[in-house]
């Protein structure tokens, strides 16, 4: 494996104990937005987290299927969950039926809440898709579902080089913060952070595959947060998961993200 560290170079980078992002070679893979147990019509299915797993497994399954795939072929599995016994007494047993003897690297966390309150879980999967990339560099980003959202469901990256970045938070280029108490403020400083990175990387931010946003609060995010993201990615979404949770490193960072993207 090829690997190499991505470094802006601001003084904040200085003695910290990780790499602002780092870049390797992939084959062909498949990154999803992360899938909950919404039905057709919007709503979230009824009965809880069984039937919620459920729908939520169906709905990655078929977004797999769409890049030609399989959810048993999946590498990585991140799930966040609102109710961990909910999850373990009702979860486990439906999403087993959709791998069956496979066993994905997976994590599960327990979030504050999700997107729709009703929410139980959200998973989003990474999934080593068949073949060995081919000809020239390229991303496919695509939907199976019309949900007229600011995020593709699926993202097929074909060679290339994959940047995967450190969340970002509200840091000055001195290591301060900025926008203290203000999300709105905060968000272009994340955003401009990665920005800033992507560009050392030569990537741009249409190159992202994948974002996960940490917020302590969906619905501040949502008002002050989202037009910022418009702004930045001007269309040109990644696969996305958003989640709530009650605290980040510093009580100061009312948000963290994190990008993976694709370069050729």
Known sequence: MDRRDIRAESPAEQGRGFMPAVSVNPGRLLFTAGMT???PGGSIVAGGMGPQTRRTYERLQAI???AGGHLTQSIKQMLYVTDLDAYYAEG???RSAFFGDARPASTALVVRRLADPAMGIEVEVVVDLPGAASGAFQLEKFDVEAHGLDFYQG??????RLI??????ANRP?????GVGDLGQQAQQVYDNIGHILQAAGATPGSAVKET???????AWRQHGTPVRRAFYAGDYPASTLVEIPGLARPEFLVEIEVIAAVA
Do not use: F, K, M, P
Request: aromatic letters at 6%; hydrophobic letters at 45%.
């Open 155 to 160: 993202v097929i990256v074909n060679g290339g």
């Open 92 to 94: 486990r047993a439906a």
């Open 213 to 219: 946003t940490w917020v302590l609060d969906i619905n």
């Open 64 to 66: 797999v299927e769409h």
């Open 37 to 39: 147990g919404r039905q």
């Open 164 to 169: 995967y970045l450190a969340g970002q938070v």
């Open 174 to 178: 001195d290591g301060s913060v900025a």
